[in-house]
């Protein structure tokens, strides 16, 4: 079993910057393809952004990309997501995510993850 815990949420305005981090316990991580999503009320989990074992591959949604950048540091389980350029549309909880199948690729489906954090709320108001 794999834990995952999510911090760095919090209240911002358009243009702040904002870091989330995610923590991950229980067994090592450091082989698995992880990634952010994030949800807003009435709407799907969405796809914000991924990185392969090594940080050899990213991925990122066309609404984040050249604002957000996910990093990783095996050393301390950890992922992270810098957010830059925040805008009112980035309010969302935001998801850390697991996937525990081997893959060279970074899945963008929600459902191809199976271990999840609690979320942490981001807010950026205009």
């Known amino acids: 079993q794999v834990q995952l815990e999510e911090s760095g949420g919090g209240l911002v305005q358009a243009g702040d910057s904002l870091r989330l981090y995610c923590s991950a316990s229980?067994?090592?991580?450091?082989?698995?393809?992880m990634a952010w999503f994030r949800q807003t009320p009435g709407k799907e989990r969405e796809f914000v952004a991924g990185?392969?074992?090594?940080?050899?591959?990213?991925n990122y949604a066309d609404a984040v990309k050249g604002r957000f950048t996910i990093s990783r540091d095996n050393t301390k389980s950890m992922v992270s997501l810098q957010m830059d350029s925040l805008k009112p549309e980035d309010t969302a909880v935001y998801y850390c995510?697991?996937?525990?199948?081997?893959?060279?690729?970074?899945?963008?489906?929600?459902?191809?993850?199976?271990?999840w954090g609690h979320g942490t709320q981001v807010t950026v108001s205009s």
């Open positions: 995510a697991l996937r525990w199948k081997l893959t060279v690729t970074i899945p963008v489906a929600a459902n191809e993850y199976e271990y």
């Open positions: 229980g067994r090592p991580v450091n082989t698995y393809t």
């Open positions: 990185i392969t074992w090594n940080g050899g591959l990213e």
